[in-house]
């Protein structure tokens, strides 16, 4: 049964937590949002609540984390990216603060909400500042398996959790590495790379693009920065045409980090598939999907397009 | 130390410190030498510390929030022995450790500051896991005034009242000025210590210069058994120099070789029982 990483996430840092007192999870009137309560409950004294106060969050968390503790800041993706990004730079990043930045309900989870409770920027700023690890888990399995690596891994990690049910993409044979891509489906005419929860959308349009005899190739990243350039350019190298799929701004997220890699090292034909620069219309974070072709048909039709460029492209 | 020794290791700082920003044609004088009684009480006397270790666990904490000053605290780093005195010379060269702002690659600075309003929040947490761990150190913050705009301040107020952190005592450096002017005119954060009172502090006001009240105050920290411990430490921009003091113009002002062979006459010039004694 699928259910939201956000709780994956929690269910397997209580586990942890108990074996570990290093481990505090802090959280800013979040508590309901990351669905800590269990773990407040259980573990009073590994959990700090610190009120509405994103920046105070982050700055008692990279504090902890001097002091050898191992703080997961646990907040809405929208207010942690942009609340509190000045202290990630300076008290976390620039200062070495082993904190672990959870961005819960992250991209357009929140769906109806509107704009203030989105995250489209996040990775933007995230990947743009030195030593911090961006990190998207896909399903309930790379979800917990990274939450376990993320204890004693070294320097500080952001990582974005979506709110709805996850829908699965691994077996029970997977083992996530950080930095590690993964290629999910075989194919020479062209590759769909995507990320975080639209890795199952990536991975349906490969399927009905196959059904469609279109031999397409997906690979699913788990880790923004550092990204891993090799399996991205042998896709690039072996498919000749890349499409990037991503719940951010089309600006500043995968894809432009996919297009400054193809400029440096030889370009092929690519489209940047996230959310246009522009105020989201309303809806849940399917209808939103749907709206700016981010499910599987929409990504269908993207690739679909982007062969036609391919084919008539002359780099 | 005996408070005469301390006097003259007000002297020697400021000395240094004029020496640095002459040399690095840079730096923040006006703040740096308002802050200097408070940082050599604390270095010299307060703070608990092995220069030799130090990430040595059972250390107490020190935050310089307004990084800016960081020319007296490398001074006084130096003469602990954290780090070599002769690197003091390379303050702003390139390629020095010694940035114009604290970073942790400097030996015995905890964290990278510069940026206000940052340092209190990450004071809470260190004074925070001291406490969860039953650990015995403390945790100092030094503030400035002006800094006190900066609505994360306050925010870390509230939380290290909330969880009654004894443990944690913050100075702040009240010159009265800013870069662009007087504090109360810029914005006024007055009345202080009703503020911090009411946000459940426990407050005193010193003279930031007196180095027996300075002494005296630090060392009856908790002033009350589980509140944050507050210092309201009254100084002077740029004290010690006759031409700067209360002088907002000196705030990053460098000066001229005139200016600095003036100024170091002033500070050779005087005893200890003149300034800062």
């Known amino acids: ?264 090292c030889g370009p092929v034909p690519l489209t940047v598939a996230g959310f246009p620069d522009e105020p989201l219309v309303t809806g849940n974070q399917e209808e939103l999907f749907r709206h700016y072709g981010l499910d599987a048909a929409g990504l269908v039709e993207k690739a679909k397009e982007l062969l036609r460029r391919k084919q008539t492209t002359r780099l | ?80 022995g954290f780090f070599p005195r002769e690197e003091l010379a390379s303050f702003m060269k390139y390629q020095s450790r010694l940035m114009g702002h604290p970073h942790p690659k400097v030996p015995g600075v905890e964290v990278a500051t510069g940026s206000l309003g940052h340092g209190l929040s990450v004071a809470t947490g260190m004074a925070l896991a001291g406490k969860r761990d039953q650990l015995p150190y403390r945790v100092y913050c030094l503030l400035g005034d002006g800094e006190l705009a900066e609505g994360s301040i306050w925010e870390a107020a509230i939380a290290a009242a909330h969880y009654g952190l004894d443990n944690l005592v913050c100075l702040i450096d009240c010159n009265g000025l800013q870069i662009s002017g007087p504090t109360q005119q810029v914005m006024n954060t007055q009345p202080l210590a009703a503020k911090w009172e009411a946000f459940g502090w426990e407050v005193r006001e010193i003279d930031g210069h007196d180095l027996q009240q300075i002494r005296q105050n630090l060392n009856q920290v908790p002033f009350t058994v589980g509140r944050p411990s507050l210092v309201i430490a009254r100084t002077v921009k740029g004290k010690g120099i006759s031409f700067m003091e209360n002088d907002f113009h000196w705030h990053h002002k460098v000066p001229s070789r005139e200016e600095y062979e003036r100024a170091m006459k002033e500070l050779e010039g005087v005893g200890p029982s003149e300034i800062g004694a």
């Open chain 1, 1 to 264: 049964m699928d259910r939201p990483n956000r709780r994956v996430f929690t269910e397997t840092l209580l586990t942890l937590a108990k074996n570990d007192r290093r481990i505090i999870a802090l959280a800013s009137d979040s508590r309901g949002s990351a669905t800590l309560n269990e773990f407040a409950a259980e573990l009073p004294e590994q959990f700090v609540e610190v009120g509405i106060a994103e920046q105070n969050l982050v700055g008692i968390a990279a504090g902890m984390a001097k002091c050898g503790k191992v703080p997961f800041a646990c907040s809405p993706a929208c207010f942690l990216s942009m609340r509190s990004i000045e202290q990630i730079k300076t008290d976390v990043a620039y200062s070495g603060a082993n904190v672990r930045l959870i961005g819960i309900s992250g991209g357009v989870s929140y769906g109806a909400l509107g704009s203030t409770h989105h995250s489209l920027q996040d990775l933007a700023v995230m990947q743009a500042i030195p030593g911090i690890t961006v990190i998207l888990p896909a399903d309930n399995r790379e979800t917990a398996m990274l939450t376990r690596q993320l204890v004693d891994y070294p320097g500080p990690v952001y990582m974005r959790l979506g709110r709805e049910a996850a829908p699965r993409v691994y077996d029970d044979n997977y083992r996530p590495a950080i930095g590690k891509g993964t290629l999910l489906l075989s194919g020479e005419d062209m590759t769909i790379v995507a990320m975080g929860e639209l890795v199952r959308s990536a991975l349906d349009a490969g399927y009905l693009l196959r059904q469609a005899g279109i031999s397409c190739r997906v690979v699913a990243l788990n880790t923004l920065k550092p990204l891993d350039t090799e399996i991205l350019l042998t896709a690039a190298r072996e498919t000749g045409a890349l499409l990037t799929v991503e719940e951010h701004s089309i600006y500043g997220g995968l894809g432009s980090r996919v297009a400054q890699l193809l400029g440096e």
């Open chain 2, 1 to 80: 130390m005996t408070l005469t020794e301390l006097a003259q290791k007000t002297l020697e700082t400021r000395r240094e410190v004029l020496r640095l920003i002459y040399r690095a044609g840079a730096g923040h004088i006006g703040g740096a030498l308002s802050a200097v009684d408070l940082l050599v009480v604390l270095f010299y006397d307060v703070l608990n510390y092995r220069p030799e270790e130090p990430a040595w666990p059972m250390r107490d904490r020190f935050i310089l929030s307004k990084g800016h000053s960081c020319e007296g605290y490398y001074v006084i780093l130096a003469d602990r």
